[in-house]
């Protein structure tokens, strides 16, 4: 391999000079995503969509331990199913793709390419509630929606179509609903991102102004990027009875009465990989969690010609070794062990072992921390162990050192200078807010951009706050930020 190839393997640009560009190449050389000719249509390669599959795998257990099943409903939605709800259209009608022909054909009434699937799953609903027996109703399903938007495409956050799991259920009681609506933000979501992918996050109220088209009110985990750029990582919504009433999703109660169901719906996608790949990443590539990563150790053996057999033979018995981890053996012989190192160090692998020839006769390895690029010398004996250990430390050390981060980018203002001097410095700002869609547009235009991020659940106003923006009386604190 010419050093010239070598060289061209690595980033040309920085996390804090270049963050898009330095993003842009990060997702490309560690072969995660390939763009195509449709704007804002990615090829999830098999990298990405194995990071995918363990976000699937883990998450799905949580759901179906609450009792949800999975289902899969149509891609197409009739038009006059999306207009059932006249908040819900408005708010995506915007973004949403129609199929008008089938072939030369003109269709007689418009399909519309599945933006969410609120309609299309709850006129089935109607069907199969009749009693308060049928209740609760709790159904999730693992598939790809399209919102056609046409702001600023950047794979993983904001794409034309992307991957997510979508719950919908319905319950006999407003209690019920809000009871799951907390549940599914805490310990499905928030555990998924804390656990899983080492993403700290803010779990509050969105504004009536940020919340989903239709519900009564939506919460979301929410979490702050190197570019000082905030960003949504899933949301639970409860709906009311505003869908149940528009598509008569009604049941008999116990005393024969006819009641109206009260519903969720909540969303997780693979947004939250493209939130991994920049909380965690630096100048050298992916910086993988170990939870997530498809190969979690590299094997990477020293080749000469004289001891290649022996040492191949010793490194598959190192594998082998390895109990409860994802590993590979780069026993490719055209490469450098240099430009091997450089490739995993890109890829984000979080622990690499070199092996060679001095090794083999010590009974040694050289362990390698992507996280932070330590190397240790390890008794082929201890090696399975010092593996997993360390696997787990490069877990708890990620979420450590974003926690950090987000904690460090908050701030507070309590008056209109103070709260514009923070924005301009790139800061999380916490502060009074009267929660009405024209302050918030007003803020918005007033700072460029800077909206309401959440109504944390631990915040409270005190007596006699006044708005930021209009001096009138606080109803919340908010997060404002410039966001994806």
């Known amino acids: 391999m010419s050093k010239k190839k070598e060289s061209e393997l690595g980033l040309t640009a920085t996390k804090d000079k270049d963050f898009s560009q330095w993003y842009t190449q990060v997702i490309q050389k560690a072969e995660l995503i390939e763009y195509t000719d449709v704007s804002g249509c990615i090829i999830f390669r098999p990298y990405s969509y194995a990071i995918w599959e363990k976000i699937q795998a883990y998450m799905d257990k949580l759901i179906k331990v609450r009792g949800i099943k999975n289902a899969y409903f149509p891609l197409f939605i009739p038009e006059k199913l999306l207009c059932k709800e006249a908040d819900h259209v408005q708010g995506f009608i915007p973004e949403v793709a129609w199929v008008t022909h089938a072939g030369k054909t003109k269709l007689k009434e418009r399909l519309a390419v599945r933006p969410t699937s609120e309609t299309i799953m709850y006129d089935a609903y109607k069907k199969w509630i009749r009693s308060h027996r049928d209740l609760p109703l709790k159904i999730n399903q693992w598939n790809n929606v399209v919102r056609w938007e046409f702001k600023h495409p950047v794979p993983f956050l904001r794409t034309r179509e992307f991957l997510w799991q979508e719950g919908h259920t319905a319950f006999a009681t407003k209690q019920e609903a809000d009871t799951e609506a907390m549940d599914i933000l805490k310990d499905v979501y928030s555990k998924t991102l804390v656990d899983l992918l080492a993403i700290p996050s803010i779990l509050g109220k969105k504004s009536e102004k940020e919340k989903f088209a239709g519900a009564d009110y939506s919460l979301s985990c929410e979490t702050y990027l190197a570019n000082n750029k905030a960003i ?253």
């Open 232 to 484: 949504q990582a899933c949301t639970s919504h409860h709906l009311g009875q505003n869908f149940s009433k528009a598509f008569d999703i009604s049941f008999l109660d116990e005393n024969e009465k006819k009641q109206y169901v009260w519903q969720n719906s909540w969303g997780f996608t693979t947004r939250s990989i493209g939130i991994a790949i920049m909380m965690h990443s630096d100048d050298k590539g992916l910086v993988l969690p170990p939870k997530i990563a498809p190969t979690q150790a590299v094997v990477v053996p020293i080749l000469f010609e004289k001891t290649k057999d022996k040492l191949l033979k010793e490194s598959k018995k190192i594998v082998d070794e390895l109990k409860g981890v994802s590993v590979h053996l780069d026993d490719r012989e055209e490469y450098t062990p240099g430009f091997k190192y450089n490739e995993w160090e890109l890829k984000g692998v979080p622990v690499r072992i070199e092996f060679g020839p001095k090794d083999m006769e010590k009974k040694h390895t050289v362990v390698v921390r992507r996280d932070t690029g330590k190397k240790e010398f390890v008794k082929l004996k201890d090696l399975s162990k010092y593996v997993n250990k360390t696997l787990d430390d490069i877990q708890d050390s990620l979420y450590k050192k974003a926690e950090k981060f987000l904690n460090d980018s908050k701030d507070k203002a309590n008056n209109w200078n103070d709260f514009l001097k923070k924005v301009k410095q790139g800061k999380l700002t916490l502060a009074p807010f009267c929660n009405t869609l024209q302050c918030e547009d007003h803020i918005k235009d007033k700072t460029g951009g800077t909206k309401s991020i959440n109504i944390p659940f631990d915040s409270k106003v005190k007596k006699g706050e006044k708005c930021i923006q209009c001096k009138k009386d606080a109803t919340d604190q908010a997060y404002f930020a410039k966001s994806y």
